[in-house]
């Protein structure tokens, strides 16, 4: 079984995304969660567009990496996606088989009205859904394939 943990820095918006999808599309294959470094509250907006997708992240609340960690959470698979400007502040997992990072831009700086950041949104929100299908897709072939160039490898650390 696959462990996956999607990190970002306030886990308020593209982790959560992430995660939601990839229990959407994984099952019971894999067990999926996510954290962040500094956790706050879930993104109204991420809420909002979630919904029309059919995903209830209403009750979600945002939950740190350290506690995980200390806690003795072990991870096949680590992916963070954090934008690149702030890859830097993304909590890094110790201990993984896998650690990935697939930047996705940051809901909380979209600008504008509120259609137009909500269209911003949906847009990051349909990005990341084709990410976590792919990835999906490469758990289920066993990961004999590679991920496309948009996926970077890490590190181990």
């Known amino acids: 079984m696959h462990n996956v943990l999607f990190i970002c820095v306030h886990n308020s918006a593209r982790s959560q995304m992430a995660?939601?999808?990839?229990?959407?599309?994984?099952?019971t294959n894999v067990r999926v969660t996510s954290a962040g470094f500094e956790p706050?509250?879930?993104?109204?907006?991420?809420?909002?567009?979630m919904?029309?997708?059919?995903?209830?992240?209403?009750?979600?609340?945002?939950?740190?990496v350290f506690e995980?960690?200390?806690?003795?959470?072990?991870?096949?698979?680590v992916i963070t996606v954090c934008d690149d400007s702030r890859e830097g502040q993304c909590p890094i997992y110790p201990g993984v088989t896998h650690r990935l990072h697939l930047p996705f831009p940051d809901p909380a700086a979209v600008t504008g009205t509120h259609e137009e950041q909500r269209q911003a949104v949906r847009e990051i929100r349909?990005?990341?859904k084709a990410a976590v299908q792919e990835f999906a897709d490469w758990l289920d072939s066993d990961t004999q394939r590679?991920?496309?160039?948009?996926?970077?490898?890490?590190?181990?650390?």
């Open 19 to 27: 995660e939601a999808y990839l229990r959407q599309v994984a099952g």
């Open 40 to 49: 706050t509250t879930l993104n109204p907006l991420v809420v909002e567009v």
């Open 51 to 64: 919904h029309e997708e059919g995903i209830d992240l209403s009750d979600k609340t945002t939950q740190s």
């Open 68 to 77: 995980l960690f200390k806690n003795g959470a072990i991870f096949t698979h």
């Open 126 to 128: 349909d990005t990341i």
């Open 146 to 157: 590679s991920l496309s160039p948009s996926w970077q490898r890490l590190p181990q650390r």
